[in-house]
């Protein structure tokens, strides 16, 4: 048998971290999500005046540089800085224990903030958004948005801003106005949803309890991502976008989906809920952005870009195994990749390693039952037992096959076995083209480009809960994705899902079902024409 070679040396990214394989064989422990309870359905979004400056609080007047304040946080040993500042007549907000906030006049500060057991910030009277911060240190910080959200009798998003570091007996006393918490924000904020008659206790609660810094609305402008306010208004109201639109789930949030698809553009992805969200990726008219920002349930509307396939690099420099060349430049130390392994008592048998499934165009033939490939043997030995636990295929290919060779490529680079020697196994320097990363571990493939080279994964239900279940579903420990969208570093609904799915990848079994999701922070042309290595999803 001939054995196709893989030239992975010279190209330039890696997929997946053998110290990562080796070390967390059931992923990353992390606390399980807390659901959020369907609230009621949405009454008719009537408008109503806004209370008189109920939903803010300011303690000191922004144009008196003598009565202005900053926070600053104290360890609990340093009584003698406590007393200092007292001295210099600042006020305890909050004592946690182990640490304690104070309100410092903004003159002292600095002198403060030489100490070693101090620390202190701006952002404490912040909340950071995605292209803009409210002050809630002002009064009225948002009174120059553009999309301003106007209070209705029926339910609707609020923004709740708190003191300091959050204690949970203080989400228990806004929950206990009716509000429900939906999404921490930062800085120590959460957006909640409420009907008027809730909003108006939570703000009844901030002029009377100084824990709650600052209320206010979510305005309609905070909903809509960056680079979708840019596009609008360079398109033709009629102009279809590709968009995906996060709603509240709610026992309105069907009306919502049908008045969405009403537009008429296509359906790229299908509706999911994750983190209390149904999201759906669809095409909406540019005129129609606005009012879709507007609606009561919409929590985020952001434009949807296609993932991509991206590329890889070699195993001697993610081993740190590196020198100085004689121009000082870094360079891998040379062949010996599979000593190394053996030096640092990495096993060889595959039943000692996790499996897992490179998603991707495919692997080898697409039938796990009748491997081609030698190196996705044990040992690289076709006599040997193959390491291919299973094959899915998410597209509407008949077969799970890598006619493009993409994925054959990463699942070689995560997992090929090739100690061969000479032409074509070795380059000039004598470094193996068939070694993985880690070439003793068990692997998977789940398809998601088709053979045309679209992604398609409408035979996993069309969404990414679908895809990361599949895998789940059939053993594998992690998936490496070698593949992402050219969004400018967002942080987007899909690296959300990700991250979700990092905790719990079955979220309707209880307890936390862990899995350990390695994506490519690839390098990869962006479309203002520079290179952009942070494309989501960005879970790691």
């Given at each position: 048998m001939h054995r196709v070679s893989f030239p992975w040396r010279n190209t330039r990214l890696v997929v997946l971290a053998l110290v990562v394989l080796s070390l967390f064989p059931n992923g990353p422990a992390f606390p399980k999500?807390?659901?959020?309870?369907?609230?009621?359905?949405?009454?008719?979004?009537?408008?109503?005046?806004?209370?008189?400056?109920?939903?803010?609080?300011?303690?000191?007047?922004?144009?008196?540089?003598?009565?202005?304040?900053?926070?600053?946080?104290?360890?609990?040993?340093?009584?003698?800085?406590?007393?200092?500042?007292?001295?210099?007549?600042a006020s305890l907000l909050v004592d946690y224990g182990t640490f304690s906030l104070w309100s410092v006049p903004a003159a002292t500060a600095p002198n403060a903030r030489t100490q070693t057991s101090l620390s202190g910030s701006a952002t404490f009277d912040a909340i950071v958004l995605r292209d803009s911060v409210i002050n809630t240190s002002v009064e009225n910080p948002d009174s120059q948005v553009s999309r301003q959200q106007q209070r209705i009798d029926g339910e609707q998003f609020w923004l709740v801003q708190f003191v300091g570091p959050i204690k949970a007996e203080w989400l228990k006393t806004i929950e206990a106005t009716g509000v429900q918490r939906v999404i921490y924000m930062p800085n120590h904020a959460y957006l909640v949803w409420g009907d008027d008659a809730s909003l108006t206790r939570l703000e009844a609660l901030a002029a009377t309890d100084p824990v709650v810094q600052w209320t206010g609305p979510y305005h309609p402008e905070y909903r809509i991502a960056p680079p979708l306010k840019q596009a609008v208004p360079q398109r033709a109201a009629s102009d279809m976008l590709d968009v995906t639109v996060q709603i509240y789930t709610t026992s309105a949030t069907a009306t919502t989906l049908d008045e969405l698809k009403a537009f008429g553009g296509r359906i790229i992805r299908n509706p999911s809920e994750v983190l209390g969200f149904t999201n759906i990726t669809l095409q909406v008219p540019a005129g129609q952005v606005d009012a879709i920002a507007r609606r009561a349930d919409v929590y985020n509307i952001e434009p949807y870009v296609a993932p991509t396939r991206l590329d890889e690099a070699q195993n001697q420099i993610m081993a740190g195994n590196l020198v100085r060349d004689p121009a000082d430049n870094l360079v891998p130390s040379g062949p010996g990749y599979l000593q190394w392994l053996a030096d640092n008592g990495f096993p060889t048998d595959p039943a000692a390693y996790p499996v897992v499934d490179v998603v991707d165009d495919g692997v080898?033939?697409?039938?796990?039952?009748?491997?081609?490939?030698?190196?996705?043997?044990?040992?690289?030995?076709?006599?040997?037992?193959?390491?291919?636990?299973?094959?899915?295929?998410?597209?509407?290919?008949?077969?799970?096959?890598?006619?493009?060779?993409?994925?054959?490529?990463?699942?070689?680079?995560?997992?090929?076995?090739?100690?061969?020697?000479?032409?074509?196994?070795?380059?000039?320097?004598?470094?193996?083209?068939?070694?993985?990363?880690?070439?003793?571990?068990?692997?998977?493939?789940?398809?998601?480009?088709?053979?045309?080279?679209?992604?398609?994964?409408?035979?996993?239900?069309?969404?990414?809960?679908?895809?990361?279940?599949?895998?789940?579903?059939?053993?594998?420990?992690?998936?490496?994705?070698?593949?992402?969208?050219?969004?400018?570093?967002?942080?987007?609904?899909?690296?959300?899902?990700?991250?979700?799915?990092?905790?719990?990848?079955?979220?309707?079994?209880?307890?936390?079902?862990?899995?350990?999701?390695?994506?490519?922070?690839?390098?990869?042309a962006h479309p203002r024409g520079v290179f952009d290595r942070r494309v989501p999803p960005k879970t790691c």
């Open positions: 999500a807390s659901a959020i309870a369907p609230p009621a359905p949405l009454a008719p979004a009537t408008a109503r005046q806004a209370p008189d400056d109920k939903s803010l609080k300011q303690e000191t007047p922004a144009d008196d540089p003598s009565t202005r304040t900053t926070k600053v946080i104290v360890d609990a040993s340093d009584t003698a800085t406590r007393t200092r500042l007292i001295a210099q007549g080898d033939g697409g039938n796990a039952a009748n491997l081609r490939h030698p190196d996705f043997f044990e040992l690289g030995d076709p006599a040997n037992p193959d390491r291919v636990v299973y094959m899915n295929n998410c597209t509407f290919d008949l077969l799970g096959d890598g006619v493009a060779g993409h994925g054959n490529l990463n699942a070689g680079i995560v997992g090929g076995f090739n100690n061969l020697n000479g032409f074509p196994y070795r380059d000039d320097n004598g470094y193996s083209f068939g070694l993985g990363v880690s070439p003793y571990t068990r692997l998977a493939s789940t398809k998601i480009f088709a053979n045309s080279g679209f992604y398609d994964i409408a035979a996993c239900g069309n969404t990414d809960e679908g895809v990361i279940g599949a895998s789940y579903a059939m053993g594998a420990t992690f998936t490496t994705n070698s593949w992402g969208a050219p969004v400018g570093g967002a942080y987007d609904v899909f690296a959300q899902i990700y991250d979700a799915f990092t905790r719990d990848a079955a979220p309707a079994t209880v307890g936390n079902q862990e899995m350990l999701h390695i994506l490519q922070p690839a390098m990869m």
